[in-house]
């Protein structure tokens, strides 16, 4: 033995002289007694374990009965109280050191914390100890803890049956949040192991000590689904409370706890939260928990000769022993029966291989030889323990590394119904087998919490005649006057019957949240028994995550009304251009049209009528054509609109151009501009027109691309905030391509130069005064028309570009106003012309001198008019001056010619 440990045994020899010790043993025998050391927390510790005594103490009972099992020996067993701490469990350890006898092995105590203590201690006194409550991974660490067993299986079992679940249902995000005493924190180490090993993402690892509001807080954050739970009871409340406040608990998530809280522990009163009883049941509701079998199966008998329910009946008449009426019904109770087994199994096996063998010494020794120094002994008790395999009252009972291998439990905190009452749909019922008048039936049913019931439904009758629980007559509601309603199951048709007459009846009440089997698992062989379904709301299985909402895409485009009225307006237009068209091929060798050259009229007409179908085009997207055709589209719109607009613009303006280079031109030589040569500079432009789009289409020809508009949340998820499951995703389909930019660009520059340069003849030829060859005023307007609302089309664009709808009426609207008030403003006037002066307007009225109206010479002979206008203003008042010279008859001789004396009105010829 250690120096350290002789000096702790003679100072705790001198301070624990006396304690509290119990040898129990119920059985006076000579046989050979073997003491064990029984180590348990009695009423007043912060865990009353003191069921476990009478449970331990009966297994040593029948274990001293059987002649098959140590018949040369009685197991007698001193129990002290361990407490559920370290310190009191020490003291209980040295205590029985110190004392007479000595303990062969010792079986205790309940608790992690003082297990470790007693079992790292006894290890040095060669001493087993079989533990039957403690649940730490830690305690399965051979090297602090070489001679630990239990009958209670380990946290880390647990955290394979865990790990079990969440493969069997898919999970690989899982969450941990754990109170900070050694046993949780042991606990969940061996969880992320077991996590990792199986390759499931651990999104957070969380631990408190006494608030958990921030750690839930971050599981929250972290999208926590699953999350696994490992706190004392009281600190378990107050997680449920901070989880249930957060949003953390009810649909969409999976809490798995610990199963060995007291029954309705989250219905206790605790100030330390303040969520209301409803809400806790709520926020607990559907949890999962996971237990050591506590009683095996009926049908099996166990080492003992006994099954289960024998077990439980021996138990509870037990308790009622005058010794142990102050102890508790614990129903762990059957871990502590396992554990006296499993030591008088090891012990019996020992027995024998003790009578023909020898130890290092050569001696040959019984059990009660031993002594705390003995070391082969001890080993001889370990290893025989490892070997031991039994049917106990908890069922199959073996171990691998000292941790219990078994069968465990996996609940459900459902509503269901005690046992004895049927459940359906939210709640129990039960037929009692006898048969009362109503009043008395009402009375029964009250003394079970419940109510008769009135059996509303065809469904309920139908689940309940199925189970054979009702009669051929029941009591139908709590009428209490003489003539009570029944009804007959069988034809379900009510039946008036006397109150007082004897019939059965139903008894109803609300079923109860109840911790509820739904699987057992074989952690050895790795097997999963399924024995009723797992209840998850809307019958779904939640996911480890938040799922991404569906995204529903959904094209926004123009409805047919709109469509459809836009193209009604662009045909008026185009009606127009062709009542226009129509009217200057009639006219066209009418003095006036004449003069304004109807051919480069009918191109203006033309690029109209080109940009009128680009507006239809423009209202086409891929929900009236498949994409394909909708990729044509958007090349016809590049053309139509180009060539539209150069036609009109380029005709207007070549016609002003020609009347430009009359007038600047001021030379005595005729000039003649004819019509062909302002078609070929009208061809020139549409000539660039079609270079520019050319380019474009080969380089970078225009394709089908797919605009998404701001996502918008379904309307049944804004009814339903705690989580969105489907966001609508607008779109519209476009023309584009990766260049747009820089050929759109070239475009607007171009003809933003031929606007300029059309501004510019405009202002030039404003003077001339012959209205059928000079449209510089309306060409002017035109280009007012056009500039202005071009620019707030693109600002107003700029805004509502991810409005398709409104974008093409908008546009379409305004591309049909500027083209029509055109063709009006150009057109108009020539057609009031034209049926005001059938013959054409007299020439004097066209200019201030006479001419010929050929459109080839007309012109050129304007410009001779006004030369010999200034000529004759200049020679009449040569002869004004002359008259008053008094050199009249001189000035007449000279130029042969009879000239008006200014003096004789009665004179009507002028002769020059």
């Known amino acids: 033995m250690s120096l350290p440990l002789q000096v702790s045994l003679a100072f705790l020899c001198i301070i624990y002289a006396s304690s509290d010790v119990n040898t129990t043993s119920t059985t006076m025998s000579t046989k050979t007694p073997l003491y064990l050391g029984g180590y348990f927390p009695m009423p007043g510790s912060s865990y009353d374990g003191s069921g476990f005594v009478p449970a331990t103490q009966m297994a040593l009972d029948h274990i001293n009965e059987r002649d098959d099992i140590l018949p040369e020996y009685e197991l007698k067993m001193i129990v002290n109280n361990s407490g559920c701490a370290p310190g009191p469990a020490m003291r209980a350890l040295f205590d029985q050191l110190i ?99 199986d390759n499931i993402t651990i999104i957070g690892a969380e631990s408190f000590q006494e608030n958990p509001s921030n750690q839930v807080k971050v599981l929250k954050i972290k999208d926590a689904k699953i999350v696994v739970l490992n706190t004392y009871e009281g600190m378990a409340r107050r997680v449920f409370c901070e989880a249930y406040k957060a949003g953390l608990t009810g649909k969409g998530y999976v809490w798995m706890i610990i199963a060995w809280y007291t029954e309705g522990w989250w219905a206790k009163q605790d100030d330390s939260i303040d969520c209301t009883p409803a809400e806790m049941t709520e926020a607990v509701r559907g949890y999962l928990c996971i237990d050591s079998t506590l009683l095996g199966d009926p049908k099996d008998n166990t080492i003992a000769n006994i099954n289960s329910d024998d077990f439980l009946a021996f138990y509870e008449e037990r308790l009622q022993w005058p010794e142990y009426r102050d102890f508790t019904n614990n129903v762990y109770a059957p871990f502590g029966y396992d554990a006296a087994w499993a030591v008088a199994l090891t012990l019996n096996k020992s027995a024998e291989i003790l009578k023909t063998k020898r130890f290092a010494d050569n001696t040959i020794r019984r059990l009660e030889d031993f002594n705390y120094d003995d070391v082969e002994m001890g080993r001889m008790f370990f290893d025989l323990l490892a070997e031991t395999d039994f049917i106990g009252a908890t069922g199959p009972v073996s171990f691998r590394t000292g941790d219990r291998v078994g069968i465990t439990q996996i609940f459900q905190l459902q509503d269901n119904c005690r046992p004895g009452w049927q459940y359906f749909d939210g709640a129990c019922y039960v037929t009692p087998s006898l048969a009362l008048e109503h009043q008395m039936a009402a009375n029964y049913c009250q003394s079970l919490d419940a109510y008769v019931s009135p059996l509303q439904g065809e469904e309920l009758l139908e689940h309940l005649l199925n189970e054979d629980i009702l009669g051929p007559l029941f009591w139908f509601g709590d009428d209490d006057s003489v003539t009570c309603q029944s009804m007959d199951v069988m034809s379900q048709t009510m039946v008036e019957k006397n109150c007082f007459e004897e019939i059965n009846f139903v008894c109803e009440k609300q079923a109860e949240l109840l911790q509820h089997l739904v699987a057992l698992y074989d952690v050895k062989n790795d097997i999963m028994d399924w024995k009723d379904s797992v209840i998850w709301p809307d019958g779904e299985v939640p996911l480890d995550h938040t799922p991404p909402p569906v995204i529903v895409h959904v094209m926004k485009y123009s409805s047919p009304i709109t469509f459809y009225s836009m193209c009604a307006l662009s045909g008026v237009g185009l009606i127009l251009a062709l009542a226009f068209l129509g009217f200057n091929i009639k006219f066209k060798d009418q003095r006036t049209i004449k003069m304004s050259s109807p051919y480069l009229n009918n191109l203006i007409i033309l690029g109209g009528i080109l940009i009128y179908f680009w507006v239809v085009t423009f209202g086409l997207d891929t929900h009236l054509l498949s994409k394909e055709a909708f990729k044509v589209i958007c090349h016809i719109r590049n053309w139509l ?29 005729r000039i003649v501009i004819s019509d062909r040569q302002l078609f070929a500079m009208v061809a020139i432009l549409v000539a660039v027109d079609v270079v520019i789009l050319t380019v474009w289409e080969i380089v970078d020809p225009m394709k089908v691309a797919t605009y998404d508009l701001q996502p918008e949340i379904a309307l049944s998820d804004l009814e339903d905030s705690s989580e969105v499951r489907e966001i609508i995703q607008p779109y519209f389909n476009y023309c584009s391509c990766n260049n747009m930019l820089y050929f759109f660009s070239a475009l607007c520059v171009y003809k933003g130069l031929l606007l300029i340069f059309g501004t510019f003849l405009a202002w030039e030829t404003r003077k001339v005064a012959i209205p059928a060859l000079n449209d510089s005023k309306y060409i002017g307007m035109s280009v007012y028309n056009v500039v202005i609302l071009s620019s707030i089309g693109a600002a107003v664009s700029l805004i509502i570009y991810d409005d398709p709808p409104l974008l093409f009426i908008f546009t379409g609207t305004l591309v049909i106003f500027c083209t029509t008030v055109t063709l009006i403003v150009i057109f108009v006037p020539k057609v009031i012309s034209v049926y005001k002066y059938p013959e054409g307007k007299p020439v004097t009225t066209m200019a201030s001198q006479g001419g010929s109206i050929d459109p080839k010479q007309t012109l050129h ?22 008259v008053n010279s008094g050199s009249l008859e001189c000035l007449k001789e000279s130029m042969g010619a009879t000239v008006i004396d200014p003096e004789n009105t009665n004179s009507t010829t002028d002769r020059v």
Not at 117 to 141: E, Q, R
Not at 646 to 667: D, E, I, P, Q
Not at 861 to 882: P, Q, S, W, Y
Request: with cysteine; charged share 25%; hydrophobic share 40%.
């Open 861 to 882: 002979d304007a410009e001779e008019k006004r030369r010999l206008r200034e000529k004759m203003v200049k020679l009449e008042e040569a002869i004004r001056k002359a």
């Open 99 to 197: 004392r007479k006898p000595i303990k062969i092995m010792t079986i205790g105590p309940c608790c992690s914390e003082p297990s470790k203590a007693v079992s790292g201690v006894g290890y040095h006194w060669n001493l087993i100890t079989m533990n039957y409550g403690a649940v730490s991974p830690t305690l399965s660490n051979r090297n602090l803890y070489p001679y630990f067993y239990r009958t209670y299986m380990s946290a880390a079992e647990f955290n394979l049956v865990q790990v079990r679940l969440m493969r069997e249902y898919g999970w690989q995000r899982v969450a941990s949040i754990h109170e900070l005493w050694e046993v949780f924190s042991s606990t969940v180490d061996n969880l992320l192991t077991l996590l990792k090993e």
């Open 641 to 669: 609109l180009c060539l539209g607009f150069v036609l009109a613009f380029g005709a207007m303006f070549s016609k002003t151009w020609r009347v430009y280079r009359v007038v600047t031109l001021k030379t005595p030589q």
